[in-house]
Structures are given as structure tokens and as C-alpha cells.
């Protein structure tokens, strides 16, 4: 339904004009559309680089949200006859059918979804069935 499932960093950031915008010709600044991160009291605290030169936003500075999930399996062997088997094993991943939700939205110049929004969710509880012969 296209609904938004929730922000990972709830109010505390909003989307702002880039400060770079007002650096340009104010007959142009119209037509820029770059945004900037501030937080609530309104100071920048994440914005796009000036063309030509390169961010010093390091890797990995983001903590997005933690996910866990209770995988298990279970076999049995049946022996038919001296040197034949029979397997069944069943893989089961998510058992507990926890949603694991997906990454948050990290473009800050994406106007269509709102920065740290997390639209999606991942993981549901599948179950693999395998049977085995062995000669």
C-alpha cells in the first residue's frame, strides 16, 4: 500500500535546503535541488559536497538497525538395507517469523522518501524439505 513502516531516526533529523543553494546565483537558486540533513535544533549535520570535491563523511559512520534471526534443522536417516540410506531433512530459517526490517532510506536527495524511512521488511519464515537417497 505504499504506506511508510517507520524511521530509524524518528524526528530527531529533517530534510533542508543544502546551505550550497544560497552560495549560487539567486536567479538559479530555484532550480536547486540538493538537500541537506539538519537536526531539530536546525544545524547541518550531513549535506552533499561541493561539486568538485569529495565528502569527508567516512565509511561506515551510520549504525543502522540490528537484526537477528533463530534458524534450525532437523534429519533423520532411515536405513533400508546394508549400504542404503534414506534422508529426510528439514531446513527451517526464521522459525520465530520475526519481521527483520530492511535498511533505513539513506539518500538525501531522494524527494520521494523521507531520509531514514524503512519502507520494507525482510525474512519471513521459510521452510526447506530435502530427502535423500544414498547407494
Known sequence: DGAIA???FGDAYHKVTD???STITSSLQSFCTVTAIADSSGKIVLQNP???TRGNLGQKVLELPGMWSLDGAISKSFRIREGKRFQVRMD???ILNHPVPADPNLDINNAD???GSINTKMGQRQFQLQ???EF
Open 50 to 52: 561541493r561539486p568538485g
Open 113 to 115: 522518501v523521507p531520509f
Open 92 to 94: 527451517a530459517t526464521n
Open 6 to 8: 517507520g524511521n530509524y
Open 19 to 21: 546551505p550550497q543553494c
Open 131 to 133: 530427502l535423500r537417497l
